[in-house]
């Protein structure tokens, strides 16, 4: 299926964005909602705004590879988005993204108010890219 693929790193406070129409990723912002609901409906606007064909959610998987309480909730988190958009859901295991997204910013000198706003949607992308890698050639969802 080829299209536009969005990907999500789901978050208590900041959900982090990110949008590929081929081979790259790119951030496309965070939505900011302490609420599962309005973060969802966020998404789902998103979604709908790229004309996404599918949306690439980080699982969020203990370093031992077990699912913890985070990944079940990410899971309800995708299953309301499911219902919500009626879009295909892929899990990517996100393991240390947002730590990659850390030292990347560090690399840049990112600080402060900068990093908090900018390492969700690093993460969105370090996730989606890291699921455009895996796939052979363009065969996606």
């Not at 990723?25 to 609420?35: E, L, N, P, Q």
């Not at 409906?41 to 699912?67: C, F, H, L, Y």
């Not at 309301?80 to 990659?100: C, H, K, S, Y």
């Amino acid at each position: 299926m080829k299209g536009v693929l969005l990907g999500v790193d789901y978050g208590d406070a900041r959900t982090g964005l990110a949008v590929s129409a081929g081979k790259m990723a790119f951030g496309a912002g965070c939505v900011v909602s302490k609420s599962m609901r309005k973060t969802v409906e966020g998404v789902a606007q998103a979604a709908s705004r790229r004309e996404a064909v599918g949306i690439v959610i980080g699982d969020p998987v203990n370093m031992d590879g077990t699912k913890g309480p985070r990944s079940e909730k990410c899971r309800i988190f995708a299953d309301m988005l499911a219902e919500r958009t009626g879009l295909p859901i892929i899990f990517w295991d996100e393991r240390l993204t947002t730590v990659n997204a850390h030292e990347i910013l560090s690399e840049i000198n990112v600080r402060g108010e900068k990093r908090k706003k900018a390492v969700d949607e690093l993460s969105a992308t370090l996730i989606l890219q890291s699921y455009l890698d895996q796939q052979e050639d363009g065969d996606r969802i």
